[in-house]
């Protein structure tokens, strides 16, 4: 079955700028969380969505936000770009809320650079 | 606010076991261990969980201590494939209240032939 697939793989993008990231999950899952990976935090939990919801927030500015389809797919945007935004940002699905019981299922990453 | 403690880098030799512990002293009663690893550039692959009881897939094996405080992720014969960064989490509970993995550092382990 087709795993969980993030668009667009890479991103350039200039400070003060938007941009929109999308996950498609697993068929099936209706959680989908979002991680941002950069060298410096590790892996850093952004939020996560389940049936439409947001279920939790981790401790990012405003200017990050997400939302989730009738379809589970989900969208994180980023707002006034700064270069500290560069990371890889990461979609995660999973059959259960917050990867209990089956795990993650991880996207590659939308690799997102600020310039 | 990573709640596991592992060491930071490991290497082990092709074909031997690799045994990458991990330290989950605050763990709360009713939640798991779950174990993922990141090869470079790639996003985390799950790789196994247990509560209280061993388990073994056809990935690794998950010792976990009687009391929980502590694990061991077994890799039986280590292949070169198996240099990556290996996570091993709990979930915390998030702002909304359910709970969330939060990832460390994790150990960075190399298969040297």
């Known amino acids: 079955k087709a795993g969980v697939t993030q668009t667009p793989r890479y991103l350039i993008k200039t400070r003060g700028q938007q941009v929109t990231l999308s996950c498609s999950p697993i068929?099936?899952?209706?959680?989908v969380s979002w991680y941002q990976q950069t060298p410096g935090q590790g892996l850093q939990f952004l939020f996560e969505y389940f049936s439409e919801t947001q279920r939790n927030k981790g401790n990012f500015p405003g200017r990050f936000s997400g939302r989730q389809f009738s379809n589970s797919r989900s969208e994180m945007n980023v707002s006034t770009l700064e270069l500290g935004d560069s990371a890889l940002y990461l979609c995660?699905?999973?059959?259960?809320?917050?990867?209990?019981?089956?795990?993650?299922?991880f996207g590659s990453g939308t690799r997102l650079t600020v310039v | 606010d990573a709640k596991t403690t592992q060491p930071p880098s490991m290497d082990c030799a092709e074909g031997r076991a690799a045994n990458l512990p991990c330290n989950h002293s605050?763990?709360?009663?009713?939640?798991?261990v779950y174990w993922y690893r990141q090869i470079h550039s790639q996003g985390p692959q799950y790789i196994i969980h247990?509560?209280?009881n061993n388990e073994t897939n056809e990935m690794a094996s998950l010792i976990i201590t009687e009391d929980r405080k502590s694990s061991t992720l077994i890799l039986p014969h280590a292949t070169l494939r198996d240099t990556a960064v290996y996570y091993c989490i709990v979930r915390v509970a998030g702002s909304g209240g359910s709970y969330i993995p939060t990832f460390g550092r994790g150990t960075s382990l190399i298969v040297h032939p």
């Open positions: 068929s099936g899952h209706r959680s």
């Open positions: 995660a699905s999973s059959l259960a809320s917050g990867g209990a019981y089956y795990g993650y299922t």
């Open positions: 605050t763990i709360s009663g009713n939640e798991y």
């Open positions: 247990g509560l209280k």
